[in-house]
């Protein structure tokens, strides 16, 4: 089950879209960069989703640190995405996002969606 | 509305310009609080030059065309964005340390003459948007008292959202009535930050005593778990707590080296810090969104208790990228701006800058140490600025539309309230914050040109 660990200013805003999906295959822990990067780095198959106004600062903060660059991207304030390059990113090994808080309900469905069916191929995180 | 850049305003700005894009040149600072995590691989060469000036651009451009220049152009009074975003930029992109300052002090050179020619040239139409944009000061003014009512509800449920939003009208009213001489919504304002940390603080402390209650009965598990393996043989649970402490200690040690970096660099940051100072001391620069409109209307006090509230929304997100990459942020913790509004003179607004800066690079570490604990005070400080955000964007719409209304009556609202449901439809390239003074700029020009077109009749702007 992958568990998505959301953070930064629009944290609320990512959880409420997030429980409106009742999907019972995604774990959802509102948390922030400082308690997640060591999470995010000890276990497989967790993401990070973060949120502020660039969509790096607030967003990824710390998270570059513990996780280093390679698995950290951010959108900023990029409208829209598709699954497809999510995907492309999840498989670089991607598993910290950052996005900016007017982009939220743009973005984060995509992005979970691309996490989400990531799933039957296993373990590659 | 006038516009007088002093020979000091214009010789600071140059100076806080040139001296923020060298320090970004070196990787010790950037305004943008985005760019600064990148910071960490630039400085260590894991991120070519031209990579890291393709990240600042990428995060600051939008910032700059969408933010900076509407509300410096629709104030009059410089901004960081307009100033410092730029500098990041050009310091970073500079591969030599003494082209950045000189990139930086075109810049500011370019920012300070170019508004101060807009503006002039704005004063002279005949539909004056910049008068109209006076119209923003009161519903900013107003509506922030009651942002702490919505970071409690964002955080602390409606019950207590409640009562708070309730407490800070009954303030206002109060103040209205029997305390003629202070400012109704800086009393609300007050009044209300001071129920938000009540309420942060005994959630803290709740938060805690739960934590240690749990952490109490799962040792006392572990401790029976560990009875049981010592007998059985293997211990499960001991790998995977040196893996914790592997990562946690990796990462302790980062936080300590860039600490480290600051505090040895903390000299340029006390330049920097003094610069800062003089340059809000002008009074024709502000911290803030919300600031820049009251500077202009010169409210000062208020201006300073605003952005003082705003600094506590800024404080833990600067402290932790400036931890995690080592490099600061180049206006400090931002509580200089409500320091240098009001001090008397710029040679005390100096030394306060300086000093501010001086005690906020060496006492970064403890502060994160504090906010890895503080999990409550660190959420409440993200609410702040979502708080302050969406009540701002409220303000600011209702700003521009009374700015549109007092151009061009309802044409004036049609076209602000168009041109910023146009932003809206487009995926929001500007910034909600500034699509309402970025329409009334738009506005403003269509109006002069039908003005002179004979098509428009321009009415007197108050």
Redesign the interface.
């Known amino acids: 089950m992958s568990t998505i660990y959301i953070g ?5 805003d990512v959880k409420r879209l997030l429980e409106q999906r009742r999907d019972p295959k995604l774990k959802i822990v509102v948390s ?4 997640a ?2 999470i995010l ?2 276990s497989p198959d967790t993401y990070y989703i973060g949120t ?15 996780l ?2 390679q698995k950290c991207h ?1 959108f ?2 990029q ?2 995405i598709n699954t497809a390059d999510v995907q492309k990113l999840l498989d670089s090994g991607i598993r910290a996002f ?1 996005l900016s ?3 939220i309900n ?1 973005v984060v469905p995509a992005l979970v969606d691309a996490i989400q069916a990531r799933r039957p191929e296993g373990g590659t995180a | 509305m006038t516009l007088h850049f002093t020979p000091l305003a214009i010789i600071i700005t140059i100076l806080a310009t040139a001296f923020a894009a060298f320090l970004s040149q070196m990787a010790l600072a950037v305004f943008n609080d985005g760019v600064r995590p990148f910071l960490l691989d630039f400085y260590r060469g894991d991120l070519s030059r031209a990579q890291m000036t393709a990240i600042a651009f990428g995060l600051s451009a939008g910032f700059i065309f969408g933010l900076g220049v509407p509300i410096a152009f629709s104030s009059g009074i410089l901004n960081p964005w307009v100033l410092f975003l730029p500098s990041d930029i050009l310091g970073i992109l500079s591969p030599k340390k003494w082209l950045a300052p000189i990139l930086g002090a075109i810049w500011g050179a370019i920012v300070v003459f170019g508004l101060s020619a807009a503006t002039t040239v704005a004063n002279s139409l005949p539909v004056n948007f910049l008068t109209a944009m006076q119209q923003m000061a009161t519903p900013i003014l107003f509506l922030f008292a009651f942002f702490p009512a919505v970071a409690i509800t964002m955080q602390f449920g409606r019950i207590r959202g409640a009562i708070a939003f309730l407490i800070s009208l009954l303030v206002m009213l109060i103040t209205m009535k029997w305390l003629t001489q202070v400012f109704p919504g800086a009393m609300a304002l007050a009044a209300g930050m001071v129920m938000l940390v009540i309420f942060a603080v005994v959630e803290e402390v709740n938060a805690n005593r739960e934590a240690r209650a749990e952490a109490a009965t799962t040792s006392a598990s572990n401790a029976a778990v560990a009875s049981e393996t010592s007998e059985g043989g293997v211990a499960v649970e001991a790998p995977a707590a040196t893996e914790v402490s592997a990562v946690e200690d990796e990462t302790v040690s980062i936080f300590a080296t860039n600490a480290a970096r600051l505090r040895k660099n903390a000299p340029f940051f006390i330049v920097m810090g003094i610069l800062i100072g003089v340059l809000a001391n002008t009074h024709l620069f502000a911290g803030g969104e919300a600031t820049s409109f009251i500077i202009a209307k010169g409210q000062y006090a208020n201006a300073a208790q605003v952005d003082f509230y705003r600094a506590l929304g800024f404080i833990p997100l600067i402290v932790t990228t400036a931890v995690a990459s080592g490099a600061f942020q180049i206006v400090g913790f931002t509580l200089v701006y409500p320091a240098a509004y009001l001090l008397p003179n710029p040679i005390l607004a100096g030394i306060a800058g300086g000093a501010l800066f001086g005690v906020e690079v060496l006492i970064l570490s403890y502060i994160t140490t504090g906010l890895g604990k503080l999990r409550v005070i660190r959420d409440a400080s993200d609410n702040i600025r979502n708080a302050i955000n969406l009540t701002l964007e409220v303000a600011i719409l209702f700003g521009s539309i009374a700015a549109g209304n007092a151009m061009a009556g309802g044409v004036g609202i049609a076209l602000v309230g168009g041109i910023y449901a146009l932003n809206e439809a487009l995926g929001r390239p500007v910034v909600r914050m500034a699509a309402g003074p970025v329409g009334v700029i738009l506005a403003g020009i269509l109006l002069n040109l039908l003005a002179y077109a004979q098509l428009f009749t321009p009415i007197v702007v108050k």
Do not use: I
């Open positions: 930064g200013v629009g944290k609320s922030n960069d400082l308690e990067g060591p780095k000890r502020c106004h660039t969509g790096a600062g607030g967003s990824l903060g710390a998270m570059l640190a513990f280093g660059r951010t900023g304030r409208a829209r950052g808080v007017d982009q743009t």
